[in-house]
Nanobody, 113 residues
Framework: QLQAFGGGLVQTGGSLRLSCAAS????????MGWYRQAPGTERELVAR???????NYRDSVKGRFTISRDNAQNTVYLQINSLKPEDTAVYYC?????????WGQGTLVTVSS
């Protein structure tokens, strides 16, 4: 089970930190990450981190978003800085074990201009 926290309403240029807490060790996941979905759009990958710590980001968030993991806390974080109105979306926590995928509930991020 994955639980996402940390969304909210911020002004353009602001920051938030999203947390995804797993029930149990996150070491069992091959990868974890964050997707987002804005109204009327498809869900898209934002950032992903593998079990060995490798990360990848979608181009539009590079340099502004940072994904990290705390294995002791069984939590993955997404630090989001320099927020833009186009970052407004529901952010979903995601994980994968081999081919099985798991989703947490979304947390809404709203960026006001």
């Amino acid at each position: 089970q994955l639980q996402a926290f940390g969304g909210g309403l911020v002004q353009t240029g602001g920051s938030l930190r999203l947390s995804c807490a797993a029930s149990g060790s996150i070491l069992r996941f091959n990868a974890m990450g964050w997707y987002r979905q804005a109204p009327g759009t498809e869900r898209e990958l934002v950032a992903r981190i593998t079990s060995d710590g490798s990360t990848n980001y979608r181009d539009s968030v590079k340099g502004r978003f940072t994904i990290s993991r705390d294995n002791a806390q069984n939590t993955v974080y997404l630090q989001i800085n320099s927020l833009k109105p186009e970052d407004t979306a529901v952010y979903y926590c995601w994980s994968r074990v081999i081919v099985a995928q798991y989703w947490g509930q979304g947390t809404l991020v709203t960026v006001s201009s």
